[in-house]
């Protein structure tokens, strides 16, 4: 472990983050602060996990810093390949996704840290820094918790040292029980009844160094538990473009003690060569040796790392072999030579003895769409669809195998559509009644052939008929044959309100027949009666309809639904006033409402129609009933007659908008001064007043004279702005034009009295 590394745990603010959350400039900063740091690397190490911090922290956290590190020298050698622009682009390095067993080490949701909480391994080696627990029970009770120290023994009570460095955990509790026997006589014995058990407590950091064709290559601390998956996911496993993941070395002192093939846990969960690491232990990672690419419908398609001797039956394995759909007749390969590609078409027999070599690309196709002894049969049989193709089956077989012809296939004619040779297509035409009557030869299949057999319905334009009008249910209907008027009036559901009862009408195409139509005319009409109960005449109601007829049912011409206006206010009975016909007007509904109320104030009578509201004077309305503006009611309509209001409202550009009491005897100009006075952006040509009934009456000028509205109770009376002066003020353009105007009028007049005055 780095010191830099370690120091960053130490450091306060960090405590409460994760070493994944931590930006690329804190982790900077934080290895600049080791640097400058004083403790060893072990005392650091020591300090750090007595404050609580697991394997797994240290780990991540040393993953970020070789990440910092490396970001750097990654841009440096960009830098370099783009200055020598020379020098040939090498081919794009594989992505980690499509190498095979690239994903284990880039999951960032994976760890492989070790359990620390398992019971202590019999064959592990005591080394300096670990943590020995013996626990004396029995007759006599006594815990011990001595740390080795680096010269490799540990001290109880007062007894000599006791040297237990490369000792497994059993051995060094032999030894310890054997000097603890000079304290506790008959130690672990049956009949002295005190027994000592020694376990591991925290264990030490151990020193692995990951070289060859690693992400991350250098020197590592690890907990003393740490195997060689531990150690490869620290460093980020072998590098995806370059490294082996089957030719991972293990040296101790300078021998090899063990191989490992990543593929055995991938392909097998077989952790043998997954051994436990030892201080100073080295991980290399050798170069790929041969590396071949499988596509298509294999079940994993990738990158595989081949050993000598596999053959590509083991790469198939590899990939979980074909899927459903390969095409497993044979495969193809690309094969680089010295100058050029190679195509090479491989059988199954030889995929057991056929070797792969380097940059090979195995493609492994899909199964063709096509049905190899297929015949269909649609349209006007039971079961419609796809048969097999028997070895000579006819059309007569073929039919008796869809359950046969509906009743209603069409026995002219069937067609066979065929695929020729060359894959032209042709259409055979068979009499299909004959065929069926035995009276012409069977029909021989082939394959993919095609047989429609059509429904008689089909060859023959959909048959409806309509009815609309006073029906409950207007619209098509389809026609079936013998359909009578009666039962098309049931299908839409009867009569409704309304209906007439004096005659109906059919429109009926013309078709053949024209006896008794007058020339020009196109559509044949037929009226018939109903009685008053809305039954059909039983004369009329057998009337035989025809394809495509359209039947009308009429509306009496005084039916309709009823209508209503509403009144409101001061008025002797306000409320909702149906409308009897279609003269009645305003003055009628106030009349119905028995009439206004003595406090009425007929000057703000507001009128409405449909959310508008439509400005009118009742008074005179009242005083005329003939007068236009006496409007006909229509449904919806509402008039409202207002109390007599004593206020008058001011508003926009006064010096203070108000609402003050109606005084008759007041002018206009004396609400305007009530208000204050006009502002400076006042409009005083463009004021106006909104009436109580909605009204508007605006100020009028004449020789300058302003005459304001004369002041009524409820009246608003609004002060406009002045608009800008840059919205009055012409543009560049538009002075332009003004004096191009100008100069071409004083050139005409010019030009005018120099022709006069020359006469």
């Known amino acids: 472990m780095s010191l830099c590394y370690l120091s960053i745990f130490l450091n306060r603010p960090v405590w409460s983050q994760k070493a994944d959350n931590l930006t690329d400039e804190q982790v900077q900063q934080f290895v600049q602060q080791a640097q400058a740091s004083g403790l060893s690397e072990a005392q650091i190490e020591q300090l750090a996990q007595s404050r609580g911090f697991t394997t797994a922290d240290i780990s991540k956290m040393r993953q970020r810093i070789g990440q910092v590190k490396a970001g750097p020298a990654k841009s440096a050698e960009t830098s370099v390949v783009r200055e020598q622009p020379a020098t040939p682009t090498p081919p794009p390095a594989p992505a980690a996704s499509s190498v095979f067993g690239a994903s284990l080490f880039a999951n960032a949701n994976l760890s492989f840290e070790p359990n620390l909480r398992i019971p202590t391994p019999r064959n592990y080696q005591v080394g300096p820094e670990d943590e020995l627990i013996v626990d004396v029970y029995g007759n006599a009770q006594q815990t011990y918790r001595p740390k080795v120290s680096p010269e490799g023994s540990i001290r109880l009570e007062n007894l000599s040292p006791i040297y237990v460095n490369g000792l497994t955990i059993e051995q060094a509790e032999q030894r310890i029980v054997s000097r603890l026997r000079t304290l506790y006589a008959g130690l672990n014995t049956a009949t002295s009844g005190i027994f000592a ?392 509904l106030i009349t119905r409402s028995g009439g206004l109320k003595a406090g009425a104030y007929l000057p703000a009578t507001r009128f409405s129609r449909k959310g508008e509201l439509v400005s009118l004077d009742l008074k005179r309305i009242l005083s005329n009933p003939d007068d236009v503006s006496n409007l006909l009611l229509e449904d919806g309509d509402l008039l409202t007659v207002p109390r007599q209001t004593e206020l008058v409202r001011i508003r926009g550009e006064v010096v203070n908008p108000a609402t003050v009491e109606y005084d008759p005897a007041k002018s206009f100009r004396a609400y305007v001064g009530e208000a204050g006075g006009f502002t400076a952006k006042a409009s005083k040509r463009k004021v106006y007043v909104v009436g109580a009934n909605g009204k508007i009456r605006p100020t009028r000028s004449w020789l300058g004279i302003r005459k304001y509205p004369s002041p009524e109770a409820g009246m608003e009376l609004v002060v406009p702005a002045r608009p800008p002066k840059d919205q009055t003020r012409l543009s560049a353009s538009e002075r332009l034009a003004v004096l191009t105007v100008i100069a071409t009028a004083s050139t005409v007049i010019l030009t005018a009295i120099r022709v006069i005055t020359n006469r």
Do not use: C, W
């Open 197 to 588: 058990q020694v376990t591991l407590g925290s264990v030490r950091s151990i020193k692995v160094t990951l070289l060859g064709q690693v992400v991350r290559p250098g020197t590592y601390t690890l907990s003393s538990l740490a195997t060689v998956f531990n150690a490869l996911y620290a460093a980020g496993g072998p590098a995806p473009d370059r490294g082996s993941f089957r030719n991972i070395r293990v040296y101790r002192n300078n021998r090899l003690v063990r191989t490992l093939d990543v593929y055995d846990f991938l392909l097998h969960a077989d952790q043998k060569d997954n051994i436990r690491l030892l201080d100073q232990d080295i991980i290399f990672v050798d170069h790929y040796g041969t590396r071949v690419e499988l596509t298509g419908e294999v079940k994993q398609t990738g990158l595989y790392e081949v050993r000598p001797g596999e053959t590509l039956r083991h790469v198939l394995a590899f990939a979980g072999n074909f899927t459903d759909k390969a095409y497993t007749a044979s495969i193809a390969l690309r094969r680089n030579t010295p100058t050029e590609q190679q195509l090479i078409t491989i059988q199954p027999a030889e995929f057991g003895q056929f070797l792969p070599i380097a940059g090979d690309r195995y493609a492994v196709g899909a199964v063709l769409e096509r049905v190899a002894n297929k015949v269909s049969i649609t349209g006007a049989v039971f079961r419609p669809g796809d048969y097999a193709l028997e070895k000579n089956t006819t059309l007569q077989q073929l039919i008796k195998t869809a359950e046969g012809l509906r009743e209603d296939a069409f026995l002219n004619r069937a067609t066979i559509r065929r695929l020729r040779e060359n894959l032209d297509p042709e259409v055979i035409s068979v009499d299909l009644g004959r065929l069926l009557r035995n009276e012409t030869a069977d029909v021989p299949l082939q394959r993919d052939d095609v047989v429609q057999i059509t429904a008689v319905g089909d060859l023959r334009t959909k048959r409806t008929v309509s009815i609309q009008g006073a029906i409950n249910r207007s619209g098509s209907f389809d026609y079936v044959d013998s359909m009578t008027v009666a039962n098309l009036v049931v299908l839409a559901g009867g009569f409704s309100d309304g209906a007439i009862a004096s005659r109906m009408e059919i429109a009926r195409r013309i078709n053949g027949d024209t006896t008794g139509i007058p020339d020009g005319q196109n559509v044949q009409l037929i009226a018939f009666a109903i009685d008053q109960h809305l039954r059909l005449d039983p004369k009329d109601a057998q009337l035989i309809l025809q394809p495509f007829d359209q039947v009308f049912v009429r509306l009496s011409p005084r039916y309709e639904a009823q209508k209503g206006a509403s009144i409101a206010g001061e008025v002797v009975y306000p409320g909702t006033y149906a409308i009897r016909d279609r003269n009645e007007r305003i003055s009628d």
